[in-house]
């Protein structure tokens, strides 16, 4: 979709409330009077679940998705123990304890197989705890509702997506996101999209309140664990993740232990009565240790919150709201590392923002390209977010800069080194794939984050002794692309580049990391013995990190080869080997729009399709660097 995340979601909570609404009036649709007693648990109901939903963005950006995925597996083991203390359920037979246990397994294998459960220290485990307990006590609380407040399904879901909304858009404007719906009538095809997810949204919400209320609260989790599970199977399925053996077992465990699960009974029946006035059954008994419990959590996260910050000064203040309530990552309009512009910007100071188009490689052109712009023009560049796994010296978070209307592009010129001129505020739309936008010294700024170098580190242990060269295979969508607007580099390329290596430097040791290893590991010139392919579940931005730690690259089509070359051996004085016919220069989207100079620096070797350097050279490229 061509909408932000958070006005899309607002959107789509709106869409339920207007179709309940106006079902209600024509009679289609049966919702109960709006009285207290109906109104004030979904109002709380809603404080957790944005609570969670905010818990759980914190924890991704502190820590990794599997890192989620493994906590957000074990909730059933907390669920199950508030269920029977709170909620008057029998204690979990044998058979249901071995299960939950299994999918705690199952969760745990896969991320340790897919080599990125890492933490980002105290703070990462704090974010994620947090999310832990308060979806379990969501879970808790959602069931409550079912068995303490009598009303329609109706009513359930449009007082769930009511409360959620105002705050959805809240949390919307606090990340600066546009709510235009120009994209929506420019395009009919987003409207239909939205329209239909829409729709599906609401009919989520009520298939999940009607499982809720037939369902225990444990057994409630542990189909929502195994939905989110058959999700990530059906993503290695259709998108060919390239999951290890070892990894698609651990998943198929993870649902095993959902399939086993058998739900507890209530202590017991004869002790619950009907519902009258909405709290005379058994777990009414609790109805308070339940309010003491979720008053007192929101209590002390709040507290842990505030407190993690130390100094209580307006400066602290400042940065701890930035912290949390992130919007933009700013980079100052100098390069000066002293100067970090911690305080809230006054009205005077201009704004360079970038959205991020495309994926890892583009994101990297784009934040270096823009920080340059920024620089050069006493402006403070700013972006949605980092490119994950990644960090920029001298960044700061900040929530109060306004996306301003102004917009400007590149007109197409997309790997061109434009000039550019900026009268106040203005959104940069553009890809600025050349180098010669960057600031002095920027490989120094961008660094992996301390997980990543772990992994890629001991990716290449084994060949700690010999002298690696990454290289980088862009196979998937390029090599179909063949003749159209970019060109694969045929077989001769790779055996001239690796004859290269191989008569230069002795104990030579090359590292591929590519989209498709399967396609590596078939091709007869990485078929030998000096030939390393990484084959993993491994994050784009690992094997981006495995090639830049090599002593020298070769790279063959996108922007991301060329970073793992350009934080790479570039940063290093290694030498750097291209595709000089990677652009299709007749083609319109490169026609006028490519200059080859300002995207490919003049110390990095051009090789021909044939295997052969497209000019004499007989010197290292250190030699050849200007000092």
């Not at 109706?154 to 997506?161: G, K």
């Amino acid at each position: 979709m061509a909408l932000p995340s958070g006005f899309l979601a607002s959107l789509q909570f709106l869409f339920a409330v207007i179709a309940i609404a106006v079902g209600h009036v024509f009679g289609f649709i049966n919702v109960d009077p709006l009285t207290p007693d109906v109104v004030y648990p979904y109002m709380k109901y809603c404080v957790l679940f944005l609570l969670g939903v905010y818990s759980n963005m914190q924890s991704l950006a502190q820590s990794s998705v599997d890192t989620v995925i493994v906590f957000r597996s074990s909730t059933p083991l907390l669920v199950c123990l508030m269920d029977v203390t709170l909620m008057g359920r029998a204690n979990p037979s044998k058979r249901s304890m071995l299960a939950m246990l299994c999918m705690v397994l199952g969760a745990t294998l896969y991320v340790l197989s897919d080599s990125q459960f890492k933490m980002g220290g105290i703070k990462a485990y704090f974010w994620v705890l947090t999310y832990f307990v308060i979806i379990s006590l969501e879970m808790i609380f959602g069931k409550k509702i079912t068995f303490s407040v009598k009303c329609t399904l109706a009513t359930s879901v449009l007082l769930t997506n009511l409360f959620t909304l105002p705050a959805m858009l809240l949390l919307s404007a606090a990340r600066g996101e546009s709510w235009s719906l120009d994209p929506l009538f420019d395009n009919p095809a987003y409207m239909w999209v939205l329209v239909l997810s829409s729709i599906a949204g609401t009919g989520i919400g009520f298939s999940s309140w009607w499982c809720r209320s037939l369902l225990s609260a444990t057994s409630f989790t542990v189909v929502g664990i195994c939905n989110k599970i058959l999700t990530v199977i059906l993503n290695i399925m259709v998108w060919d993740k390239h999951a290890s053996p070892f990894g698609t077992c651990s998943l198929l465990i993870c649902l095993a232990g959902g399939i086993a699960y058998q739900q507890a009974p209530l202590v017991a029946k004869a002790d619950i009565d009907k519902v009258v006035g909405g709290t005379r059954m058994r777990m009414g008994n609790n109805s308070k240790k339940l309010h003491y419990v979720l008053v007192g959590a929101i209590i002390t996260y709040t507290w842990l919150v505030r407190s993690s910050h130390g100094p209580r000064d307006k400066l602290a203040e400042y940065n701890a709201f930035t912290l949390y309530r992130r919007k933009f990552v700013c980079i100052p309009p100098t390069p000066s590392e002293t100067e970090t512009l911690l305080l809230p910007p006054d009205e005077k100071t201009k704004f360079l923002h970038h959205g991020f188009e495309g994926r890892l490689g583009n994101q990297l052109f784009e934040c270096a390209s823009a920080a340059g712009l920024g620089a050069l023009h006493g402006m403070q560049t700013c972006f949605p977010y980092l490119p994950d796994g990644i960090t920029y010296e001298g960044s700061v978070l900040t929530s109060n800069v306004k996306l301003p209307d102004r917009k400007m592009d590149e007109n197409g010129k997309y790997a061109t080194h434009n000039q550019f001129s900026f009268h106040g505020d203005t959104l940069l739309v553009a890809f600025l794939q050349s180098y010669k936008y960057f600031l002095p010294g920027v490989q120094r700024k961008i660094r992996f984050k301390a997980n990543v170098l772990e992994v890629a580190t001991k990716v290449l242990r084994p060949f700690s002794s010999k002298t690696k060269v990454g290289i980088h295979v862009r196979e998937r969508h390029t090599h179909e692309m063949s003749n159209n607007w970019l060109r694969f580099p045929p077989d001769s390329y790779f055996e001239g580049a690796l004859s290269y290596f191989r008569n230069k430097y002795d104990n030579v040791q090359f590292v591929v990391a590519s989209d498709n290893p399967n396609w590596c590991s078939e091709q007869s010139f990485f078929q030998s013995a000096d030939v390393h392919i990484v084959i993993g579940s491994y994050a784009p931005v690992v094997d981006m990190a495995v090639l830049a730690a090599c002593d020298h690259n070769i790279i063959t089509v996108g922007s991301f080869g060329w970073w793992t070359a350009f934080l790479g051996a570039d940063a290093k004085g290694g030498e750097v080997v291209y595709f000089d016919s990677e652009f299709v220069m007749d083609h319109p989207i490169n026609k006028g729009n490519v200059v080859v100079a300002d995207f490919y620096p003049s110390e990095w070797i051009p090789m021909g399709g044939g295997g052969e350097e497209t000019f004499s050279n007989t010197e290292t490229l250190s030699e050849r660097r200007p000092q």
